[in-house]
C-alpha cells in the first residue's frame, strides 16, 4: 500500500503536467472535444491527488512545472494578446488608445508587425476603442517596446509579469487562509486550477494579476491600513474594473469614518493612473465601450440566456438593448444589499459577500468569458464552496463555440454546463458547503448557507 502511495504521489503529477503539455503545444482551439477532455480530465487529477498526496511544497513546486509549460506559448485559445500589443505599440507613437479605433488607424501608422496584431485581434477588436484600464495599459506598453522581429519577446515579456503575480498571490493566499484558520494547502485549487494557469499566463488575461494586488488590498484592510489598502485596490481596478463592485463590501467591516477614507484613498491613486489618459473625448468612448458588455456583446450567458429566449417568444426579436439598460442598476442594487444590509463585520462574512457579488453579476452577465470566473475560486475555497470550482471547469466548455465550422455557440456543451454549476450552487444554498468533499477531510470548516449565515 505505501509503495502504491508513493507511485501515485510521482504518476499523478506527471500525468497533470502532461496534460498542460498537450494544451500548450498540441491543442488547438477548434479541437473541441479532445481539448474539453484534456481540460476536464485535468480536474478529475487535481481532484485525485490534491485529495490524499499533496503538500504545501509539492503544490508549489507542481505550480512552477505547469506554468513553465506555457513559457513559450502563443496564445492558441484567445486573440486578446494582439490587441494588448497593439494598444501598447500606438502607445509608443504618442496616441491614446482610448481614443481611435484600429480600423482608423490601420491605413495611417506604422510598426512591427501591425498588419499581423491587426489581422489578428479580429473584426470584434478592430472596430472598438480600447476597454482595459490603465495599469493594463502600462503593461501593454512593455510589450511595445519588445515588439520587434516577432511577437515572441512581448508575449514573454506579459507571461514574465504574470508569472510573478501568480508566484506573489500564492504566499498572499496562504497568508490570508491563515487568517481565517483553514488549512494553507487549500491553496492547490487556486494556484493549480487549469483555469488560471491556461487563461493567466497561458492566454496572458490579467485577472489573475488582478487578484494579487486584491489580496493585497484585504490583507491591509483587516489591519485596518486603509491608506494601503486604497493604493492596492486602486491598482486592481487599474488591471481591471471587476473590484469596483467589492469595495463597498467593506463598510460595516471597517466602519463610516475608516471605508470613507478607504474610498477617498481609491479615488486618488486612481486619479493618478487615469489622469495622463483622460480627456472629455476619451471619457465618452471608454463609457460607450463598457457600455457594450451590457447592450450588445453575448457569450455564454446563463440567466441572460433565459430572458432573452423568453423575449424572442414574447417580442419576437433580441432584447438585450432594454435588457442591458436594466442590468447595471441591478448590479448596484445587489451591491448595496451585501454591503448595507448584511453584518460583514468579521473577515468570514465580508469573504462571503464578496463571493456572492461577484456571483451574482456574472449570474445575470450577458457576456462569461472563461477568464472571468478566475477570482471566483478563491473566494470559493476560502468560504467554503464548491461550485466556483465547478464553475471553473465547466466554464471552459465555452470553447466548443470555436468550432471548425465557425464560431457558434453549443447548447449541447453549455446547458449540461450550467446545470452542473447551478445544480451545486443550490444544492449549497439549501443544504449548505460543499467544498469538504474536495480535498483532504478537513479541507473546508465552514458549513452554513449563505441565505441563513449573517
Not at 269 to 292: Q, R
Not at 337 to 362: A, P
Not at 414 to 428: D, R, T, V
Amino acid at each position: 500500500m505505501n509503495r502504491l502511495k508513493t507511485l501515485l504521489r510521482v504518476i499523478l503529477p506527471s500525468v497533470f503536467l502532461l496534460g498542460f503539455y498537450c494544451i500548450a503545444t498540441l491543442l488547438k482551439r477548434t479541437d473541441t472535444l479532445p481539448l474539453l477532455l484534456t481540460y476536464s480530465s485535468l480536474f478529475l487529477l487535481l481532484w485525485l491527488w490534491l485529495k490524499k498526496y499533496s503538500s504545501l511544497a509539492s503544490i508549489f513546486i507542481l505550480g512552477l512545472l505547469i506554468r513553465g509549460m506555457f513559457i513559450f506559448y502563443i496564445p492558441e485559445l484567445s486573440q486578446d494578446f494582439y490587441r494588448f500589443i497593439w494598444d501598447g505599440n500606438i502607445q509608443l507613437l504618442g496616441i491614446n488608445p482610448y481614443l481611435y479605433t484600429p480600423d482608423v488607424l490601420i491605413e495611417l501608422i506604422g510598426f512591427p508587425n501591425y498588419r499581423i496584431l491587426y489581422n489578428g485581434m479580429g473584426s470584434l477588436s478592430t472596430a472598438n476603442f480600447s476597454n482595459y484600464p490603465p495599469l493594463s495599459q502600462y503593461l501593454f506598453q512593455g510589450m511595445g517596446y519588445l515588439n520587434r522581429e516577432d511577437l515572441l519577446n512581448p508575449v514573454l515579456g506579459l507571461r514574465l509579469v504574470y508569472f510573478i503575480g501568480d508566484v506573489i498571490a500564492f504566499f498572499l493566499g496562504i497568508a490570508l487562509l491563515k487568517k481565517t484558520k483553514l488549512n494553507p494547502e487549500h491553496i492547490g485549487w487556486y494556484f493549480l486550477n487549469p483555469l488560471l494557469v491556461i487563461e493567466g499566463v497561458g492566454n496572458l488575461h490579467g485577472e489573475a494579476f488582478m487578484f494579487c494586488f486584491t489580496l493585497l488590498a484585504i490583507l491591509f484592510l483587516i489591519r485596518k491600513k486603509v491608506l494601503l489598502g486604497g493604493l492596492f485596490m486602486s491598482l486592481a481596478i487599474a488591471i481591471k474594473l471587476l473590484p469596483l463592485l467589492i469595495f463597498p463590501v467593506f463598510f460595516r467591516y471597517l466602519g463610516l469614518k475608516k471605508f470613507l477614507l478607504f474610498g477617498i484613498f481609491i479615488l486618488g491613486f486612481s486619479l493618478i493612473l487615469w489622469i495622463p489618459f483622460v480627456t472629455s473625448e476619451m471619457v465618452l468612448n471608454y463609457k460607450n465601450t463598457i457600455g457594450l458588455w451590457f447592450t450588445t456583446f453575448e457569450f455564454n450567458g446563463s440567466l441572460y440566456n433565459i430572458v432573452r429566449a423568453i423575449g424572442y417568444e414574447v417580442r419576437g426579436y433580441n432584447i438585450i438593448r432594454k435588457i442591458g439598460k436594466l442590468t447595471p442598476f441591478i448590479t448596484i442594487g445587489l451591491v448595496l444589499i451585501f454591503s448595507l444590509f448584511r453584518s460583514n463585520r468579521t473577515l468570514k462574512t465580508v469573504l462571503k459577500s464578496i463571493l456572492f457579488v461577484l456571483s451574482c453579476y456574472f449570474f445575470m452577465a450577458t457576456t462569461v468569458h472563461p477568464w472571468y470566473i478566475i477570482n471566483l475560486v478563491f473566494f470559493g475555497i476560502i468560504t467554503g464552496y464548491a461550485y466556483p470550482l465547478v464553475w471553473s471547469l465547466v466554464v471552459f466548455w465555452s470553447y466548443s463555440a470555436y468550432g471548425l465550422e465557425g464560431f457558434q455557440e453549443q447548447l449541447g456543451w453549455q446547458i449540461p454546463a450550467y446545470l452542473l454549476m447551478y445544480g451545486c450552487f443550490i444544492g449549497e444554498l439549501v443544504f449548505g458547503s460543499l467544498g469538504k468533499h474536495l480535498q483532504k477531510t478537513d479541507f473546508f470548516s465552514i458549513e452554513s448557507s449563505p441565505i441563513t449565515s449573517r
